[in-house]
T-cell receptor, first 111, second 112 residues
């Protein structure tokens, strides 16, 4: 659904710690999910994806977990770095190419 | 090389004007999109084209008209601009089917 908050949820993380960003999706029939990172002034950048026949997928420093029972997606970032500061979006594929984005989470990495 | 490129990056224009944003992708993808991001960072799909054919039109006012001269290009023309059209417009592309969608850097439109 559409975001109604005035401010993005913010996750403040100390450099070197692990980050966990959570996302609830809406459609139990969604078969494909993507996490994007958006830095200030730039377009969303692909991080990692997962298909509905999987419950976990790992990339470089990132892991996505999918819990279809409760329609929940999470992104774990290991050893968070200053360059990880950005807005993170989850997206679900509702139908052919139609991605529905979550509201976004602002990650702030502190020294 | 930029995969999805759109121009202009910034556009400031007066209410009532007509403007266009151009987009090109060099990824060889069959499907292209326009997304709109509002001031709250919410991203919403507007249009999708597959091989020059319109496949998604998300109840966007008909002042917005996408045009795809070939599968590597998808332009967005906006007539009679309104203040509420101020937003960031992202072009994107993907292979056919549920696949990763790659975004351009955005076009910041401000209507005054």
């Amino acid at each position: 659904g559409e975001s109604v908050g005035l401010h993005l949820p913010t996750l403040s993380v100390q450099e070197g710690d692990n980050s966990i960003i959570n996302c609830a999706y809406s459609n139990s029939a969604s078969d494909y999910f993507i996490w994007y990172k958006q830095e200030s002034g730039k377009g969303p950048q692909f991080i990692i994806d997962i298909r509905s026949n999987m419950d976990k997928r790992q990339g470089q420093r990132v892991t996505v977990l999918l819990n279809k029972t409760v329609k929940h997606l999470s992104l774990q970032i290991a050893a968070t770095q200053p360059g990880d500061s950005a807005v993170y979006f989850c997206a679900e594929n509702l139908s052919w190419g139609k991605l529905q984005f979550g509201a976004g989470t602002q990650v702030v990495v502190t020294p | 090389d930029t995969a999805v490129s759109q121009t202009p990056k910034y556009l400031v224009t007066q209410m009532g004007n007509d403007k266009s944003i151009k987009c090109e992708q060099n990824l060889g993808h069959d499907t292209m999109y326009w997304y709109k991001q509002d001031s709250k960072k919410f991203l919403k799909i507007m249009f999708s084209y597959n091989n020059k054919e319109l496949i998604i039109n998300e109840t966007v006012p008909n002042r917005f008209s996408p045009k795809s001269p070939d599968k590597a290009h998808l332009n967005l023309h906006i007539n009679s601009l309104e203040l509420g059209d101020s937003a960031v417009y992202f072009c994107a592309s993907s292979q056919e089917g549920p696949n990763t969608i790659y975004f351009g850097e955005g076009s910041w439109l401000t209507v005054v």
